[in-house]
């Protein structure tokens, strides 16, 4: 799974301009030495001028890439304060990830200190000296800019488009599905073993300074770690659970722990000030119910983003509906149960996508013929353990219609199903 630096490296907005000053530093440096150590003649017949016509160019497109890159930073803050208000303050992250926008800041700051450093190499005195090489780049960094600033500028105006953030969350939802089915290969299965009651012989293991939301757990480290100590490790939060400081995290059954071991298997656990998507695929699901519920407020009341958000978890549950669930009971390699972690069943994330959403948009008739039309197809590929689940949810639907729709015309409009909510031959 991904790891924390790898997490705090995607969501934070600073990385990647930090990483392109740094490249554009060490590219400005071997240049002048370059420029110092040989002759580049053929460049000097295509960039014509002296020594103060390139020192002028040279602090133009320095104070042209300063103001770009405010500019630029001046409209992702717009948009992160449009994506907050109108959509979810839970898609903040999602934005943050977004790499053009990291890209692009990442080329206006490295021009900026590529021209800065080639100023340094322009002799305006008896000499005339022009680094000619390093003029060169700086050129082709500004023609790039350019180019980039516009494909920045047109990311940014289907960036505000809510049916960009929704697909984004989903492609996110995704990612964490295979890549979740991948890691879940790698673990050893076994039955859920029987634990003596709570009081007799358990070791409680507690965060102590390190509360925040479950953002992941190392699985295969905790499995190592407790089949070296010989002990059977209980987790007791869910991953997106939040815990308290110095709240119980573990209990272990079966061994003595000294102080080392104890931190180590603490350690496993990681912790964020909020819920991730590195192993919580109910987040995904979470950030795309709160666009839905938020479009289908009264001050709102956009049943067709609603619509749009049930796409995509219809999407990201047909991927889950065949997919075994996550195993509760891992074995070390000799095949004893080592670590029992909670999970979210298929019933707690058809809720989660289906019941807030019905809720609200009970009242247009979109939102339950669509509903209709996710649940139907969704029986198609689940398993028959899975059944159960999605059958509740249709008689739900079929209860929440009847209770809310007072013309018997409207009752069977809404209970008909249809993939575009409204869509052709409705009627």
């Given at each position: 799974?991904?790891?924390?630096l790898?997490e705090k490296?995607?969501?934070?907005?600073?990385i990647?301009?930090?990483?392109?000053?740094?490249?554009a530093?060490?590219?400005?440096?071997a240049?002048?030495?370059?420029?110092?150590?040989?002759?580049?003649?053929w460049?000097?017949?295509?960039?014509?001028g002296?020594?103060d016509?390139?020192?002028?160019?040279?602090?133009?497109?320095?104070?042209a890439?300063?103001?770009?890159?405010?500019?630029?930073?001046?409209i992702?803050?717009?948009?992160?304060?449009?994506?907050?208000?109108q959509?979810?303050?839970?898609?903040l992250?999602s934005?943050?990830?977004?790499?053009?926008?990291k890209?692009?800041?990442?080329?206006?700051l490295?021009?900026?200190?590529?021209?800065?450093?080639?100023?340094?190499?322009?002799?305006t005195?008896?000499?005339?000296a022009?680094?000619?090489?390093?003029?060169?780049?700086?050129?082709?960094l500004?023609?790039?800019?350019l180019?980039?600033?516009?494909?920045?500028?047109?990311?940014?105006?289907?960036t505000?488009r809510v049916?960009w953030l929704i697909?984004?969350?989903?492609?996110?939802?995704?990612?964490?599905?295979?890549?979740?089915?991948?890691?879940?290969a790698?673990l050893?299965?076994?039955?859920?073993?029987?634990?003596?009651?709570?009081d007799r012989?358990?070791?409680?293991?507690c965060?102590?300074d390190r509360?925040?939301?479950?953002?992941?757990?190392?699985?295969?480290?905790?499995?190592?770690?407790?089949?070296?100590?010989?002990?059977?490790?209980e987790?007791l939060?869910?991953?997106g659970?939040f815990v308290?400081?110095l709240s119980?995290?573990?209990?272990v059954?079966?061994?003595?722990?000294d102080e080392a071991?104890?931190?180590?298997?603490?350690?496993?656990l990681?912790?964020?000030?909020?819920?991730t998507?590195q192993?919580?695929?109910a987040?995904?699901?979470?950030?795309?119910?709160?666009i839905g519920?938020?479009?289908?407020?009264?001050?709102?009341?956009?049943p067709?983003t609603?619509?749009?958000?049930?796409?995509?978890?219809h999407?990201l549950?047909?991927?889950?509906?065949?997919?075994p669930?996550?195993?509760?009971a891992?074995?070390?390699?000799d095949g004893?149960?080592?670590?029992?972690?909670p999970?979210?069943g298929?019933?707690d994330?058809?809720?989660?996508?289906?019941t807030e959403?019905?809720?609200?948009g009970?009242?247009?008739?979109?939102?339950?013929r669509?509903l209709?039309?996710?649940?139907?197809?969704?029986?198609?590929v689940?398993?028959?353990?899975?059944q159960?689940?999605?059958?509740?949810q249709?008689e739900?639907?079929?209860?929440?219609?009847?209770?809310?729709?007072?013309?018997?015309v409207?009752?069977?409009?809404?209970?008909r199903?249809?993939d575009?909510?409204?869509g052709?031959?409705?009627?």
């Amino acid at each position: 799974m991904r790891s924390d630096l790898a997490e705090k490296i995607r969501s934070h907005l600073w990385i990647g301009p930090l990483a392109g000053l740094v490249l554009a530093l060490g590219a400005g440096l071997a240049s002048l030495y370059l420029d110092r150590t040989y002759r580049f003649d053929w460049l000097a017949t295509l960039i014509t001028g002296d020594a103060d016509s390139a020192r002028s160019v040279l602090t133009a497109i320095a104070s042209a890439m300063i103001a770009l890159t405010v500019f630029t930073f001046s409209i992702t803050m717009v948009v992160i304060q449009l994506a907050s208000m109108q959509y979810s303050p839970r898609v903040l992250r999602s934005i943050l990830r977004d790499r053009p926008t990291k890209v692009a800041l990442a080329l206006f700051l490295a021009t900026f200190v590529f021209a800065i450093i080639a100023l340094r190499g322009v002799d305006t005195g008896a000499d005339q000296a022009v680094p000619t090489l390093s003029l060169a780049l700086t050129y082709l960094l500004s023609w790039a800019t350019l180019l980039g600033f516009v494909m920045y500028i047109d990311h940014v105006a289907h960036t505000v488009r809510v049916g960009w953030l929704i697909g984004r969350l989903g492609r996110d939802g995704a990612s964490l599905i295979a890549e979740m089915e991948r890691d879940s290969a790698r673990l050893r299965r076994c039955p859920r073993p029987r634990l003596p009651p709570h009081d007799r012989g358990e070791v409680v293991l507690c965060c102590g300074d390190r509360g925040g939301a479950v953002s992941h757990i190392e699985q295969e480290a905790l499995v190592r770690d407790a089949a070296r100590a010989d002990v059977l490790v209980e987790v007791l939060p869910r991953v997106g659970d939040f815990v308290p400081r110095l709240s119980p995290v573990m209990r272990v059954y079966g061994g003595e722990l000294d102080e080392a071991t104890s931190r180590r298997l603490v350690a496993t656990l990681g912790f964020a000030p909020e819920r991730t998507l590195q192993q919580d695929i109910a987040y995904a699901l979470r950030q795309l119910c709160d666009i839905g519920c938020r479009a289908l407020s009264p001050s709102i009341n956009d049943p067709t983003t609603a619509v749009q958000v049930i796409d995509q978890l219809h999407e990201l549950l047909r991927m889950l509906a065949p997919l075994p669930d996550p195993p509760e009971a891992l074995a070390d390699d000799d095949g004893v149960p080592r670590v029992i972690i909670p999970r979210i069943g298929w019933g707690d994330l058809i809720s989660l996508a289906v019941t807030e959403i019905r809720i609200f948009g009970a009242r247009s008739p979109q939102i339950p013929r669509r509903l209709r039309a996710m649940l139907l197809d969704l029986r198609e590929v689940a398993p028959a353990e899975r059944q159960p689940a999605l059958a509740t949810q249709l008689e739900i639907l079929d209860a929440t219609i009847e209770r809310v729709d007072e013309l018997e015309v409207d009752r069977r409009f809404s209970a008909r199903s249809d993939d575009q909510g409204i869509g052709a031959g409705a009627h």
